[in-house]
């Protein structure tokens, strides 16, 4: 037996058994009770039932879900109601669209939030505090006040109806910026930094080979964050994207609500075949997604 190890045995013949049993309980592994379950039970339950819901709609159809009490079990009408709503709002389309714009707003978002995270949290230079605070005070001005100016620049450009309309706006968010600010300057040591500019590093390959390596789980986050957020937006693109153009997924799903009586379920059907994509890449990669949450939190 080593030393160290009979020096523990002595200290806790020292503490006696009461005191032996608390370090014994602290050192334990803690379990979750049962009242927890059933809290993340409930939650889990009340999280997925819209998306279940939506499901249970699209299966059915439009006279049935005008009746009191609405159906909470599965039809026989859910690919038949998914093919009607794949053509109508030309959803392959809409899809293709959709993707275009989401990734490239989440590149561009990640990538020129990280360049100015970085200098906003280890460069130095006048009027940065003022310039930093100008950033966040863009968060607080409502995005319909942007409106009008902004579509007269997009049509003066002869860019209505084009994807590139949608997607130049959004490139860079003030939230984007001040989350990489927030996180570099915990998780970069600027004695890093400074190392590098003694080796001769230019600013490209301070970026490169320390900054992004260091800001990965940040950037992970931000990208998912993004990309939903795009994804999911209407406001901006119902004005600038007509369904006949060039629609991401929330415009080609206007068209099913036309009509004198809009059925229900196809447009349940649609916001389903919308959904899915989203579901698909968390189930592929929320897994690097959480992981690099968990590693940003244990670097910080």
Do not use: C
């Not at 940040?218 to 406001?235: E, I, P, R």
């Amino acid at each position: 037996m080593s030393t160290t190890a009979v020096r523990e045995v002595r200290k806790a013949q020292d503490r006696g058994p009461g005191q032996t049993r608390g370090v014994r309980k602290a050192g334990r592994q803690r379990h979750a009770g049962k009242l927890t379950y059933a809290i993340l039970i409930v939650f889990t339950v009340g999280s997925l039932f819209p998306l279940v819901w939506t499901a249970i709609a699209a299966s059915r159809n439009n006279t049935r879900l005008a009746q009191t009490p609405p159906p909470f079990w599965f039809g026989g009408n859910l690919f038949k109601n998914l093919g009607i709503a794949w053509t109508d709002a030309n959803m392959g389309t809409a899809l293709l669209n959709t993707t275009v714009v989401a990734g490239a707003v989440a590149a561009g978002t990640v990538l020129f939030s990280t360049f100015a995270g970085f200098a906003f949290a280890k460069l130095r230079f006048r009027f940065k505090s003022l310039m930093l605070l100008l950033v966040i005070g863009t968060m607080m001005v409502p995005p319909q006040l942007s409106v009008v100016p902004l579509y007269m620049m997009i049509a003066k450009l002869q860019w209505t109806d084009q994807l590139q309309s949608v997607i130049l706006p959004t490139l860079v968010s003030a939230f984007g910026v001040f989350f990489m600010r927030q996180y570099l300057m915990e998780a970069l040591p600027t004695e890093l930094i400074e190392a590098a500019r003694v080796d001769g590093a230019s600013s490209i390959r301070v970026m490169w080979h320390i900054v992004f390596p260091a800001a990965r789980p940040a950037m992970a986050v931000l990208g998912m964050l993004t990309f939903v957020m795009a994804w999911n937006d209407f406001f901006w693109p119902i004005i600038a994207l007509t369904q006949n153009g060039s629609p991401t997924v929330q415009v080609a799903l206007t068209g099913l609500g036309r009509g004198f009586i809009p059925d229900q379920s196809v447009i349940m059907a649609g916001a389903l075949l919308g959904t899915l994509p989203l579901l698909v890449a968390f189930v592929l990669f929320g897994k690097q997604i959480v992981g690099g949450i968990m590693q940003g939190a244990v670097k910080g």
